[in-house]
C-alpha cells in the first residue's frame, strides 16, 4: 500500500546534539513538508519542497535543515541551532502540479530532549 | 497576515447527535481551497473533508459535511450521527500558494 512512513516513532536528542529524522513516500508525490506541532496550536511548516534538489523555507525554519535528494525522501535535521526542539513532527505530501491537491500525513516522530 | 480561527478549544456530545465545529479565516486571497483534518489519539493526521473556494456548493462525505460562507470567511464542520469513534482533535486549515495555513484545533469527546 502507498503511504508515508516516518522514523523514528520516538527520539532523545542530547544537548549539542544533531539529529535527523526520516521521511519516506511511495505515493510518488512532487511535493513534501515538514511541520511541527507543540500542545494548543495548529501544525507549523518548517520546510516544504516542491521538486528534488530544491526546497523552500517555511515559518519556523531556524534551528532546522533538509535534503531533497531523492523524490521518494525528505529527511530532517534538528540542529543544535534549535534550543526548543521537544515537539511532534509531522511529514507531508502532496500531488505538485494539481494546487488543491490534500496533503497525506505520516504518523510522526516525537522528539524529546534528555 | 493569513490565519485561521477556531473558537472552540473543546467540545462534548452524547453520541448519535450532531454537532458543529466552527472556523473562520482570513486571507486576500481569491483561489484558495479549505480542509477539515481529524487528529484521533494516535496522532495520525486524517483528511475528513475538502472545500473549493470557487464553488458555492458546500461539499459532504457521508456523515460529515461543510457550511461554507465565502463572504463571510466561514467554514464550518457539521458532523451528523457521531461516533465513538469521532473523538479526536479536528483541525481546520486552508491551502494558498502550496502552503496549508492550520488553526489550533478542536478536542472533539463523543461520550456514549
Avoid at chain 1, 7 to 21: A, C, D, H, I, W
Avoid at chain 1, 28 to 47: E, F, K, T
Avoid at chain 1, 51 to 67: C, L, P, R, T
Avoid at chain 2, 80 to 94: E, P
Wanted: aromatic share 12%; proline share 4%.
Amino acid at each position: 500500500d502507498g503511504g508515508i512512513t516516518q522514523s523514528p516513532k520516538y527520539l532523545f536528542r542530547k544537548e549539542g546534539q544533531n539529529v535527523t529524522l526520516s521521511c519516506e513516500q511511495n505515493l510518488n508525490h512532487d511535493a513534501m513538508y515538514w511541520y511541527r506541532q507543540d500542545p494548543g496550536q495548529g501544525l507549523r511548516l518548517i520546510y516544504y519542497s516542491q521538486i528534488v534538489n530544491d526546497f523552500q523555507k517555511g515559518d519556523i525554519a531556524e534551528g532546522y535543515s533538509v535534503s531533497r535528494e531523492k523524490k521518494e525522501s525528505f529527511p530532517l535535521t534538528v540542529t543544535s541551532a534549535q534550543k526548543n526542539p521537544t515537539a511532534f513532527y509531522l511529514c507531508a505530501s502532496s500531488i505538485e502540479g494539481a494546487k488543491g491537491q490534500p496533503q497525506h500525513f505520516g504518523d510522526g516522530t516525537r522528539l524529546s530532549i534528555l | 497576515a493569513q490565519t485561521v480561527t477556531q473558537s472552540q478549544p473543546e467540545m462534548s456530545v452524547q453520541e448519535a447527535e450532531t454537532v458543529t465545529l466552527s472556523c473562520t479565516y482570513d486571507t486576500s486571497e481569491s483561489n484558495y481551497y479549505l480542509f477539515w483534518y481529524k487528529q484521533p489519539p494516535s496522532r495520525q493526521m486524517i483528511l475528513v473533508i475538502r472545500q473549493e473556494a470557487y464553488k458555492q456548493q458546500n461539499a459532504t462525505e457521508n456523515r460529515f459535511s461543510v457550511n461554507f460562507q465565502k463572504a463571510a470567511k466561514s467554514f464550518s464542520l457539521k458532523i451528523s450521527d457521531s461516533q465513538l469513534g469521532d473523538t479526536a482533535m479536528y483541525f481546520c486549515a486552508f491551502l494558498v500558494n502550496y502552503q496549508l495555513i492550520w488553526g489550533a484545533g478542536t478536542k472533539l469527546i463523543i461520550k456514549p
